[in-house]
């Protein structure tokens, strides 16, 4: 095999490229209300990151729905069937908004004691709440964003889905400042004004992208209602069998994330606000790595669509290599962006030295879970191995990485970088045991049917 595939990097250019726009921009969006809100103090910062967990989970969850539904999309844009891709978008409009309302009505209903399993501090309860009572009704209009966002990646049809999403990014930056810190006339509204400016610049993005495709002429979403909806059980069924493992798989990594935060908070609010400046800055650096996994799953669907396997499997073993190269990358990045980080919120000495620690262990840690997840979540996906991944991602994550993590903060009682490094071990494991399937060649499936 050949390292230089120009197809391949032509690929990386129209797909992976703007799917890396567009998860910087989505992680953005939290990520803003991370650094804006780290600056009014320490417990306002862990509120909000709290907060922000509960639609990590939502997102990932829908991360899990809408990619499961992009293995079908991407071999059936291979040959040219859009009443099938309409319907696949149908399911996922359907599957997202129920999810949604759920999350919508529980969060609200829940809201204090959720912000209690991360940290019980009263002020950081309170302050949490305020924010999840008023950001969970964005929820809706993120998946229906997500799903049209997902399905224009199987496509190839971005341009204008990344336009949207950095408008919707600037106009959350614009009325952060403005509701925030209280500008332009209005009263400084805090965590709350967070909220506020994440719920309104997620209302423009949905809204937008609508417009966008029902504007176009010839959009392969641009569907009727009829033509959504018209999917039998029978058909819903079979989509939602390679669907629900990639969902149940996502959720387990949610949880396990959610569920890693409310461990680190019972090392105290610093040590969580710590955790959550680390987690934002290495998972917006990472979407380096997630644009290589989403270029992966489309282009080898693309190829297994084609009944290509030589090609799926060339792809694959090529996107391995990319991000390893791209660790390496990340990796001095985490170094590197510590001074001006600690520099930026002006912490005080130990706080600070805890952060370049913590920094420090998520550059470590990076290295083996960005590689276990290219090829559980791109390279087996793309070929409808969802089951294994789910399984495996499953045991590693709900299992061995919080219980290596629980050890390290309730029964060692080490600090904060040790109980990162330590819940690392539980990818470094996985690396081993998914690159044997990965070996195995067991992913190299053709899912749909030829007309």
Sequence with gaps: MHFYDKEYYKAILTIGVPVLIQNLISIGLNLLDTLMVGKLGEKELAAVGSANQI?????????????????????????????EI???????????????????????????CLIALFDSAPEVVSLGSGYLR??????????????????????NMLRVPTAINA??????AMLNYVLIFGHCGIPLLGVRGAACATTLARFFECAALIIFIYTTKNHPFRAKFSELFSFTFS?????????????????????????????????????????????????FLQSLNFGINNT???????????SDLK?????????IRITWILNIFVFAILILIRGPIAAFYGFGPSTTQLLYRVFLAFAVTSFPKS?????TGGILRAGGDTLYGMVVDCIFYVFIQLGLAALGVFVLKVPLYWAVILAGLSDLTKLFVVYHRYHSRKWLNVLIETE
């Excluded at 990590?56 to 859009?82: D, E, N, P």
């Excluded at 008023?134 to 496509?155: D, K, N, P, Q």
């Excluded at 992966?296 to 084609?306: D, H, P, T, Y």
Aim: net charge positive; hydrophobic share 50%.
């Design 296 to 306: 992966c799953a489309v282009i080898v669907g693309n190829s297994l669509g084609r």
């Design 371 to 375: 590689i276990t997840y290219l090829i």
């Design 311 to 319: 090609q799926a499997e060339a792809r694959a073993a090529m996107s």
């Design 86 to 112: 309409r319907k696949i978008l149908g399911m996922s409009y359907m599957t997202g908004a129920i999810t949604a309302a759920i999350f919508v009505a529980g969060t609200y209903m829940a809201a204090p």
């Design 167 to 172: 408008s919707a990014l600037a106009i959350n």
């Design 134 to 155: 008023i950001a969970c009704f964005s929820y809706l209009f993120s998946c229906i964003s997500l799903s049209v966002i997902f399905g224009s990646r199987s496509i």
């Design 55 to 83: 639609y990590f989970i939502l997102t990932v969850i829908c991360f899990g729905l809408f990619s499961g539904a992009t293995i079908f999309m991407s071999q059936y844009i291979s040959t040219g069937r859009i009443k």
């Design 235 to 283: 058909e819903y069924r079979s989509v939602m069998k390679k669907t629900l493992p990639v969902i149940v798989h996502e959720g387990s990594w949610a949880f396990s994330v959610a569920a890693l935060f409310a461990i680190y908070g019972k090392l105290g609010t610093q040590s969580l606000a710590v955790a959550q400046i680390a987690n934002s800055v290495h998972e």
